[in-house]
């Protein structure tokens, strides 16, 4: 009867599925100290617990939404940089250049081709970058959908 009192005593529950396993079976979390916590619910590549790898995730996706807002407005300001010089150029070229105060600054005219695609050039490279964004985010986004049904 001892024997089976002690063995019962050795035995830990999982927090979240209620499974009894011993201390060396399971993990305990580094994050919050839970534990020890059943194999089932080890997160591939992880060390802490569903609750804390959700929590970590949720916070790099605000994180990466951010990011992303600030990509797309740098985008928007280098494709309205590129319109802006495209139409400056196309003025010089039909010949309104001595109708426009701002086109008598020969830098600006001299240069408005290559500076203009250098910002298109821009807005196309925060293109490919808002795009691996956007995948990253959607990849996030099944992760924690998938901790979440865990929980």
Known sequence: MTDKKEQKEKLFE?????????KNE????????RGPFCRSHRILGEKACPGCVLEIKSRE???LRAQEKSLRSFSLFLQF????FAILYVADK?????????????????????????????????YVLLRAQRSR???????????????
């Open 14 to 22: 999982c927090p979240i599925c209620s499974t009894y396993l011993k």
């Open 137 to 151: 985010i959607t990849e996030l986004e099944s992760q924690v959908s998938k901790l979440r049904s865990m929980r």
């Open 26 to 33: 399971g993990f305990t979390c580094p994050t919050c100290r």
């Open 94 to 126: 039909i010949g309104f250049g001595a109708y426009l105060e701002m086109l008598i600054i020969n830098i600006i005219v001299d240069y408005s081709l290559y500076i203009g695609l250098v910002a298109l050039l821009g807005s196309l490279i925060f």
């Open 61 to 63: 996706i605000s994180s």
């Open 81 to 84: 940089f590129f319109i802006v």
